[in-house]
């Protein structure tokens, strides 16, 4: 094998070997900080948060509102909404000429939180991007067909 080629093929191992012990130092040394630090073994163990001075703490239960209050409230928010979407639309057809269209809340129904939304909330990025669509939709006159059928375009 001529020289340069074991030179390259010793370079090529030694690089790769760097890298190698680089990585498991690196992967032992976040092991240690969450140790270090987090505690997540514990938690995850089930030994619950601890206080300043490493005693256990115990989590109060939230109050429970009675079911009826809990209903009230829903239904007065529900109200709220109806009332603003009701008094926007009216005032827009207004605006534009045109006999208000009457809004009535059909439905309501209660969604499911999604468990990974609330694990990887939205990245600022992302919401920037849908800011500048929704601009751009506007500064061109684009509308959905929801926004046509209720506005009666």
Known sequence: MPAW?????????????TVLVTLYLLSK???????????A???????????????????????????ERQRRREAARIAAVAAAISAYME??????????VPFEVSAVRKVAPVPWREAFPPSTWALAGRVDIMR?????????????????R
């Open 91 to 100: 005032a827009e057809a207004r605006r534009r000429g045109r006999r208000p």
């Open 5 to 17: 080629l074991s030179e390259g093929v010793a370079d090529a191992v030694m690089g790769m070997g």
């Open 136 to 152: 751009d939709r506007r500064a061109f006159g684009v509308r959905s067909r929801t926004s046509r059928r209720i506005l009666g």
């Open 41 to 67: 073994d514990r938690l995850a163990a089930g030994g619950g948060p601890r206080g300043p001075a490493g005693v256990a703490v115990k989590e109060r239960p939230e109050p429970q509102e009675p079911q």
């Open 29 to 39: 040394l976040i092991g240690l900080f969450g140790r270090v630090m987090g505690g």
